[in-house]
């Protein structure tokens, strides 16, 4: 009985110590939240609350992600909006209930991580698309007007709905959205205070105070009386099928996203996608049920979870009944709330949803153009539409990627007339090459002496043959042709079969090569962490990488390591690498241990702590709080281990450029030092610079 008692107070220990509190804090960033959401979707604004109920309770207790704290979400404000505009609002929670019941069949089915196979690209600029039109629909909010049904609209009706906008209603959207720009930069535990409910608070008060003659929040009777059953609609099947598969799928893949984003900041249980799916559909189940907006995993309220401390799902139970408890007797106190208010919250909700390091991605990319395609087709056209444009052109962008070859034909020597000729081709070689192709053959001199360089991973009978019938009659005009083949497939192999991608066929002749002496380009300094490879990581092959493995990669800057000096020395002076990379990762032991560092207990301890001395200095980097680096990890939603694990990086890549051995090289040119971030969850890479975390399409690392 003791036993059980004392195994009871250690699982409800930390649920007060923890849990609670973030709980409240959570609250208190989601009250005004939800009904704002509501009033933007043009549903009741009671039904706000019953989904941030529904969503932390149901979707808490039964999602896959322990930390996710679900609720109604900016990100499907314009679908309702569209829904209840063409439905009404009780055909719309019939929506809601049907979409749930899709995403528990899509949970079910396990097909969650198919969800993830979307391009990030599309989701982040859908995102930015419902940001914009938020914002362009509430700016006419704030000034004092009603917002249109449309995007275009919204920007043509802008210029008069500015010279005829109320002055105390502008005033306290102005109010809110400077306090929420601002609230970032208080210092202390003010600055711990959720800065809407700050925001939304004070510009009450100064409404009631001042007795300003605004609109209000409008509340048709209590939450229970907003509890409203959903019906069919009467005809229009069609267009009701296309509304339930829109709301689940879009409330999948931003839950998903989200719930990855979840995992990256913290180092516990990660997320069971499939069972989030299952949770996510019974909560809009029973919030379309009750009258209820539809539910998602939200990353603004799941990051506050975090960032407060929480450490299970009980956080997220306890804030939608903080919510339930909140609504049932002081409801009435939303009246109180100026729409211009809640119209300056939602603008920069809107706002934040256009995420700049979102934009930087693509542009580095190159996919910029299906970033603005996708948010001018959601903001000009329609949600659905505007994302399966940007997915079209998402995917021929990628097609043209993957079939682009690059052909190119130069003098070897002095000039054309020496005889020597160079022709590369390189990446996948098939018949939508064949344009260039055959015009850079016919380029060539007849006569001339040609080496063709070969480096395909896919070759179709097509090409073999306009490369085979080129060959053919530059040899008849007297010329000679020598292909040297360097690709993971041969040339004749479009003549075996079905053209293939084929590693391993050229993979024995490669070690056979390697068999007595080793060129690597790269020295790869990395933890040994067993979930790091780096061949997969990088896309290399045998004889590539010079690899050095230690706890937490860390070069000692004292050259106290002679295994280390001794690999850096072999690399550099005997095998001349030219660059070096070190290559950090999420959720690394090291970097956990050095940020609860306790004494140490036994031998191995001991052993351990004397190792990861090397990395204090990072910790003292990070723990002041101004390192660029960490500021960048926190910005795209890393925790706080895998920002120290960016500042080692960071630190470890000046120890090198500092080293005796290296210094002159690097300042020569000879030799270059980068770093690299490899974020297990998502394999992902990210190169870390002095002072930015920037993505990479280094690789597609395979399980």
């Given amino acids: 009985m003791q036993r059980s008692g004392s195994s009871l107070s250690q699982r409800i220990g930390p649920i007060l110590r923890y849990d609670l509190p973030a709980s409240l804090v959570v609250f208190l960033v989601a009250l005004p939240l939800s009904l704002g959401i509501a009033i933007a979707s043009g549903a009741p604004a009671l039904a706000g609350l019953i989904a941030a109920v529904v969503g932390g309770v149901v979707a808490g207790a039964l999602g896959g992600s322990p930390l996710q704290v679900s609720g109604p979400a900016a990100g499907l404000t314009v679908v309702v909006a569209g829904l209840i505009g063409q439905f009404g609002w009780k055909v719309t929670c019939a929506i809601t209930v049907a979409a749930g019941v899709l995403q528990v069949l899509f949970g079910l089915s396990k097909v969650a991580r198919a969800a993830l196979a979307i391009s990030p690209v599309v989701v982040h600029a859908m995102l930015a698309g419902i940001g914009l039109t938020i914002a362009l629909q509430q700016v006419h909010v704030l000034l004092g007007g009603d917002s249109q049904s449309s995007a275009w609209g919204n920007v043509t009706e802008l210029p008069g709905q500015v010279l005829g906008a109320h002055g105390p209603g502008v005033f306290l959207g102005v109010l809110v959205i400077a306090i929420l720009v601002g609230w970032r930069w208080v210092p202390g535990r003010l600055g711990k205070v959720p800065g809407p409910l700050v925001a939304i608070v004070t510009a009450t008060m100064v409404a009631v105070i001042f007795r300003f003659d605004v609109d209000r929040v409008t509340l048709d009777g209590s939450l229970l009386d907003a509890i409203a059953l959903p019906s069919l609609p009467e005809g229009q099947w069609g267009a009701f099928a296309v509304g339930v598969l829109t709301v689940a799928l879009i409330a999948s893949v931003e839950s998903l996203l989200s719930a990855v984003s979840v995992d990256r900041m913290q180092n516990g249980p990660r997320t069971n996608f499939d069972r989030e799916l299952i949770g996510q559909g019974t909560a809009n189940i029973a919030s379309g049920t009750l009258g209820g907006l539809p539910v998602t995993g939200v990353i603004v309220r799941s990051s506050t979870n975090v960032a407060a401390g929480a450490r299970t799902r009980a956080s997220a139970v306890m804030h939608g009944v903080w919510v339930l408890v909140f609504a049932l007797p002081f409801a009435e106190l939303a009246e109180r709330i100026p729409m211009a208010a809640l119209a300056g919250l939602l603008i920069v909700i809107g706002i934040q949803?256009?995420?700049?390091?979102?934009?930087?991605?693509?542009?580095?990319?190159?996919?910029?153009?299906?970033?603005?395609?996708?948010?001018?087709?959601?903001?000009?056209?329609?949600?659905?539409?505007?994302?399966?444009?940007?997915?079209?052109?998402?995917?021929?962008?990628?097609?043209?990627?993957?079939?682009?070859?690059?052909?190119?034909?130069?003098?070897?020597?002095?000039?054309?007339?020496?005889?020597?000729?160079?022709?590369?081709?390189?990446?996948?070689?098939?018949?939508?090459?064949?344009?260039?192709?055959?015009?850079?053959?016919?380029?060539?001199?007849?006569?001339?002496?040609?080496?063709?360089?070969?480096?395909?991973?896919?070759?179709?009978?097509?090409?073999?043959?306009?490369?085979?019938?080129?060959?053919?009659?530059?040899?008849?005009?007297?010329?000679?042709?020598?292909?040297?083949?360097?690709?993971?497939?041969?040339?004749?192999?479009?003549?075996?079969?079905?053209?293939?991608?084929?590693?391993?066929?050229?993979?024995?002749?490669?070690?056979?090569?390697?068999?007595?002496?080793?060129?690597?380009?790269?020295?790869?300094?990395?933890?040994?962490?067993?979930?790091?490879?780096?061949?997969?990581?990088?896309?290399?092959?045998?004889?590539?990488?010079?690899?050095?493995?230690?706890?937490?990669?860390?070069?000692?800057?004292?050259?106290?390591?002679?295994?280390?000096?001794?690999?850096?020395?072999?690399?550099?002076?005997?095998?001349?690498?030219?660059?070096?990379?070190?290559?950090?990762?999420?959720?690394?032991?090291?970097?956990?241990?050095?940020?609860?560092?306790?004494?140490?207990?036994?031998?191995?301890?001991?052993?351990?702590?004397?190792?990861?001395?090397?990395?204090?200095?990072?910790?003292?980097?990070?723990?002041?709080?101004?390192?660029?680096?960490?500021?960048?990890?926190?910005?795209?939603?890393?925790?706080?281990?895998?920002?120290?694990?960016?500042?080692?990086?960071?630190?470890?890549?000046?120890?090198?450029?500092?080293?005796?051995?290296?210094?002159?090289?690097?300042?020569?040119?000879?030799?270059?030092?980068?770093?690299?971030?490899?974020?297990?969850?998502?394999?992902?890479?990210?190169?870390?610079?002095?002072?930015?975390?920037?993505?990479?399409?280094?690789?597609?690392?395979?399980?």
Wanted: hydrophobic share 40%; with cysteine.
């Fill in 353 to 703: 949803l256009v995420k700049r390091v979102h934009i930087e991605t693509a542009r580095r990319t190159g996919d910029i153009a299906v970033y603005v395609v996708t948010v001018l087709g959601v903001v000009f056209l329609n949600l659905l539409e505007g994302v399966l444009i940007g997915l079209a052109l998402s995917i021929a962008l990628t097609v043209w990627r993957v079939v682009r070859t690059r052909i190119v034909a130069t003098p070897v020597g002095e000039g054309e007339d020496d005889g020597n000729w160079r022709i590369v081709i390189e990446g996948s070689c098939s018949f939508l090459s064949l344009p260039r192709l055959t015009s850079v053959l016919a380029s060539v001199p007849p006569g001339a002496k040609v080496t063709v360089d070969l480096s395909v991973d896919f070759i179709d009978h097509a090409a073999h043959g306009a490369i085979d019938d080129w060959r053919r009659q530059h040899q008849a005009s007297g010329g000679s042709v020598d292909i040297c083949q360097h690709g993971t497939v041969d040339m004749d192999s479009a003549l075996d079969g079905p053209p293939v991608r084929d590693i391993q066929s050229r993979t024995s002749p490669l070690v056979e090569s390697l068999a007595h002496a080793q060129r690597p380009d790269t020295l790869f300094i990395t933890c040994t962490d067993s979930r790091i490879a780096p061949d997969q990581i990088t896309g290399s092959g045998p004889g590539d990488l010079f690899t050095v493995r230690n706890v937490g990669n860390l070069v000692p800057e004292h050259q106290t390591d002679a295994s280390t000096e001794a690999a850096l020395a072999f690399a550099v002076e005997k095998m001349g690498v030219s660059s070096i990379v070190v290559c950090g990762h999420s959720s690394c032991g090291a970097m956990h241990a050095l940020l609860g560092a306790k004494p140490p207990r036994s031998e191995g301890e001991r052993h351990m702590s004397r190792w990861l001395a090397n990395g204090r200095g990072a910790v003292a980097a990070f723990d002041d709080g101004a390192h660029p680096v960490a500021q960048a990890a926190a910005d795209a939603g890393f925790g706080p281990v895998d920002q120290l694990s960016m500042v080692n990086v960071s630190r470890q890549v000046e120890a090198l450029t500092r080293h005796p051995m290296i210094e002159e090289r690097c300042r020569r040119g000879e030799v270059e030092v980068y770093g690299m971030f490899y974020d297990v969850a998502t394999a992902s890479v990210l190169r870390i610079g002095p002072a930015a975390v920037e993505s990479v399409e280094l690789a597609t690392a395979t399980s």
